[in-house]
């Protein structure tokens, strides 16, 4: 992938585990335990997705050329 792609893939993550941050604020406590436990998953999922994508785009970076 190139630094674009990868930026955009980070980027659409970001916003994506913001999105889901908000719902689970969101949620009362009389909320479902089947809805806590989605939100749980898909925010632990889209975190390991958004820092899988910043190593990856720190290792695109080139080196400072001295």
Do not use: F
Request: proline letters at 6%.
């Amino acid at each position: 992938m190139t630094v674009h792609h990868l930026a955009l893939e980070l980027y659409r993550w970001m916003k994506r585990l913001e999105e889901l941050e908000k719902e689970h604020a969101a949620l009362g406590p009389d909320a479902p335990l089947a809805e806590h436990n989605r939100l749980e998953t898909e925010l632990s999922e889209a975190r390991k997705a958004v820092a899988h994508y910043r190593l990856l785009l720190e290792a695109q970076k080139e080196p400072p050329k001295i």
